[in-house]
Every structure is written in C-alpha cells, then in structure tokens.
C-alpha cells in the first residue's frame, strides 16, 4: 500500500476505534479527568465538529474550486448531542471524507486550498493532517481512561509498549487467572453470571484459544511478509462455535500457559526492529506488531476483568442459596 492509501485506511478505521474507547466508559463521557480537562464525551464532540463542520466541507471546495481560501473557523457551543449520537455523527461524516480520498487520482491529490493557520496545503498534506489529528485525540482519550481507571485501551490510542514492556506485561497473565479462580469448585467456575454472558471458564478458554489461533499465527505472518491482511475477530461467532464450559478448568490453564510461553518465547527472540513491522488489521487499521501486541496486552487486561466481576457474581448468588 502507499502513504496515501495507509492514511486513507487509518482514517477509515478511527469511528471503530473512536466507538471501542467510549464503548465502556459511557458511565463517565461527560467526567472530566481534571478540573477544565476535556472529557471523553468533550473530545468525541471535538473530532465530530471537526470532520462535519470544517474537514468535509474543506475538502469538498479543494476537489471543486480553484485553490479556494478559506475562513477561519467560528467557535460554537458545541453540538449537545448524547455520546451514542455523536459517535454516529463521526462515523458518517468520516465516511464522506473516506469517499472523497478513495476515489483520487494524483492530480486530486495535489489540488490546494488555503487555510487561515497553516496557508497553502494539498488534499495530502491536509489528510495527512487529520490523520495525526485523530491520533493526538484518541490518545488524549485514553489518557482520561488511565485517569478514570477504565482499562486501557492503547492500541485503539495508537500507543505501543516496548517488546521488553509487552514481555513482562503479558508473563502475569496465566498466574493471575489462576488466583482470580483459586478456591472455587468446577460449578462456579462454569457458571454464567448473566444469560449469554461468558463464564469464568469460557473466558479462560478464550483467552487460551487466541493466543494459539490469532495472536502468535499473527505477529508470524507480521514479522515475515509484507504488510499482511487480517480480518476483523468475531467473539459472537467465536462463541457460538461449541460450548467451551465443557472440559476441566485446570487444563484448559495448563494449555494456556504453554500457549502463553511459547508466544513469550516468539516476541523474546523478535530481531531488532521487527516491533515496526506493519499489518494491515479489518478493526484497526494499519498497525505495527507492537502495536498489535499491545493490544494482546490490553486484551489479557479487559479479560482479567470480565473474570474478577463474573466470580463476584456467581460467588455472591452461590452464599445467597
């Protein structure tokens, strides 16, 4: 792929990771992580009126006009919109800016405009432009996470740990699954907290699965072709494949931890500069294999969550009967 069409799919990609940074923070979108600080909610609202109001429009008069100049903009209120309506907003006025991009030839993307702050600039160069633009942001975002203590979210920020950082990071994992099911018996550990929602047994498997179905097959193909393509991972489907209750705990830990080692031992023997290969992932977009196994990392995290508040609910409706 060329520059351009990574900043195009980047840009394509950012309403996904727009949506999964607020998807478990809705509760606090509108708390600030300080005094004055933008909320998550306040930087959504941000990115919306800047695609909507000034990207699109801009854009459109560059690929229409003759090196137009444009206004400075006028600061609002700011759209009053609920969190949920905002996403929306961005995705669809992303995906007008997307449309325009994708269909440019050369010639398209040297057409100029001029803005008010930054002078004469080219489609590309403005592109480019919000594309670090949704960066900057969507790290700001997680930011206020780490603030808040939501879990974090840092390959949607675009942020990637060292290999060294990713190495002791993802080690913790099969203990600290073990401690979160120490002493609870094979019913508790099956047992569902909600209609439809995983066990801590099925967690378990989930985590052991990908790592030897998705992750390590992955940073492989990263590390040794040429910006390779992954689709998007389906946990509905993944779910519905077979019941993962059945089976023992234990073993499924001790396959787990084997799965886990041999992952460690891949990223522990990665060249120098191998962390900067980049994939091209159906959710993410472009991204690096660090990046990618920092979301590993993040993964492990979300799901050491999940297993902590299902065994306070079974534990708790356990004493209750």
């Keep these: 792929m060329t520059e351009r069409e990574l900043t195009v799919a980047r840009l394509a990609a950012t309403p996904t990771l727009l949506r999964e940074m607020a998807?478990?923070?809705a509760g606090e979108a509108w708390t600030p992580p300080k005094p004055g600080e933008w909320s998550i909610g306040e930087v959504v609202r941000h990115l919306v009126?800047?695609?909507?109001?000034?990207?699109v429009p801009r854009l459109r008069r560059m690929l229409a006009e003759s090196?137009?100049?444009?206004?400075?903009?006028?600061?609002?209120?700011?759209?009053?919109?609920?969190?949920?309506t905002l996403l929306d907003a961005f995705?669809?006025?992303?995906?007008?800016?997307?449309?325009?991009?994708?269909?440019?030839?050369?010639?398209?993307?040297?057409?100029?405009?001029?803005?008010?702050?930054?002078?004469?600039?080219?489609?590309?160069?403005?592109?480019?432009?919000?594309?670090?633009?949704?960066?900057?942001?969507?790290r700001q975002i997680q930011d206020v996470r780490a603030t808040?203590?939501?879990?974090?979210?840092r390959c949607e920020a675009r942020v990637a740990l060292t290999i060294s950082q990713l190495l002791a990071a993802l080690a913790t994992t099969p203990d600290r699954v073990a401690e979160q099911a120490a002493g609870l018996d094979a019913t508790t550990l099956v047992a569902r907290p909600e209609p439809g929602e995983w066990s801590m047994k099925e967690v378990l498997a989930h985590l052991m699965e990908l790592d030897s179905r998705l992750f390590l097959p992955r940073f492989r193909l990263m590390a040794t072709e040429e910006r390779p393509r992954f689709e998007a991972f389906d946990?509905?489907?993944?779910?519905?494949?077979?019941?993962?209750?059945?089976?023992?705990?234990?073993?499924?830990?001790?396959?787990?931890?084997r799965a886990r080692a041999e992952t460690l031992a891949y990223?522990?023997?990665?060249?120098?500069?191998?962390?900067?290969?980049?994939?091209?992932?159906?959710?993410?977009?472009?991204?690096?294999?660090?990046?990618?196994?920092?979301?590993?990392a993040d993964h492990d995290l979300e799901h050491l969550a999940q297993m902590r508040a299902c065994r306070a609910v079974v534990t708790a409706r356990g004493s209750a009967s």
């Design 49 to 55: 009126e800047g695609d909507r109001d000034t990207f």
């Design 235 to 257: 946990p509905i489907a993944w779910g519905r494949e077979r019941d993962r209750r059945q089976g023992r705990f234990e073993d499924d830990l001790a396959t787990f931890r």
């Design 267 to 296: 990223l522990a023997t990665l060249p120098p500069g191998a962390g900067e290969r980049p994939g091209l992932s159906g959710h993410f977009g472009p991204l690096t294999l660090a990046h990618y196994a920092t979301h590993m």
């Design 23 to 25: 998807r478990d923070g």
């Design 67 to 84: 090196r137009p100049v444009f206004d400075k903009g006028r600061r609002t209120d700011g759209d009053r919109a609920d969190l949920a």
């Design 148 to 153: 808040l203590g939501l879990t974090p979210k």
């Design 91 to 138: 995705a669809a006025a992303r995906r007008q800016a997307v449309a325009l991009l994708g269909g440019l030839d050369d010639a398209g993307w040297r057409r100029e405009g001029v803005s008010p702050s930054r002078g004469p600039l080219t489609v590309a160069t403005y592109a480019a432009t919000m594309d670090a633009h949704d960066t900057e942001h969507l």
